[in-house]
């Protein structure tokens, strides 16, 4: 059973276009996550929720919106793809905002 | 200057040797500490968690925080073909809710 799934695993769009990246954890954590990773492996923290409710809101352009439909569900969804959004994005969760995070398999998404 | 600092590699080594993997760190309200390894295409999985100053074992892996100096390592003994991966230090505090800094990661090749 996988504990953090994410879909999809690949995502190729053109710029301009509207997508969608959705993550579930069957793990009854509390806290979920959205993470970019870029080209040179750099994992930078995007948004965190604890119980549906936003935590974390890092500079990120507003075109990104997370949505926490419940505890279990965390999607991310892009407006208007740029050259630039072109990254992995990593879906976590956590029982509590201290403990181990378990990362999902990550969904690299490239703008064209 | 960046949060965390970290020497992305690579790193290549001998089958049997000793790894060191290090990072460093300038915010000192950082008190928890986790070292995760991530296979290429995989995400990140928790190696390590640590809070505070001191040693932690697990198997072949030691990790190590030194608060006075800001400084965490990694040591891997005996390494194995199998540890080929990129490790990444992280670090967490709270500002402004709990979050998650990751370094840049440090790749290893252990070489059979």
């Known amino acids: 059973d996988t504990a953090v799934s994410q879909t999809p695993k690949y995502l190729v769009t053109q710029m301009g276009n509207d997508k969608s990246i959705k993550c579930e954890q069957n793990?009854?954590?509390?806290?979920m996550y959205w993470y970019k990773q870029d080209s040179k492996k750099f994992l930078k923290i995007m948004f965190s929720?604890?119980?549906?409710?936003?935590?974390i809101n890092e500079t990120v352009p507003n075109r990104f919106s997370p949505k926490s439909p419940d505890k279990a569900h965390l999607n991310l969804h892009i407006n208007s793809l740029e050259l630039g959004d072109s990254a992995v994005y990593f879906c976590a969760s956590s029982r509590t905002e201290q403990e181990t995070q378990y990362f999902g398999p990550g969904t690299r998404l490239l703008v064209l | 200057q960046k949060e965390v600092e970290q020497d992305p590699g690579p790193l290549s080594v001998p089958e049997g040797a000793i790894v060191s993997l290090n990072c460093t760190y300038s915010n000192s309200a950082f008190q928890y500490f986790m070292w995760y390894r991530q296979y290429s295409r995989k995400g990140p999985e928790l190696l390590m968690y640590?809070?505070?100053?001191g040693n932690k074992e697990d198997g072949r892996f030691t990790a190590q925080v030194d608060k006075s100096s800001k400084y965490i390592s990694l040591f891997i003994r005996d390494s194995q073909p199998s540890d080929s991966a990129t490790y990444l230090c992280?670090?967490?505090?709270?500002?402004?809710?709990?979050?998650?800094?990751f370094g840049a990661g440090t790749r290893l090749f252990v070489k059979a």
């Open positions: 992280a670090m967490s505090a709270r500002t402004g809710g709990f979050k998650t800094i």
């Open positions: 929720y604890n119980n549906k409710e936003l935590i």
């Open positions: 793990l009854g954590h509390d806290t």
């Open positions: 640590t809070y505070s100053s």
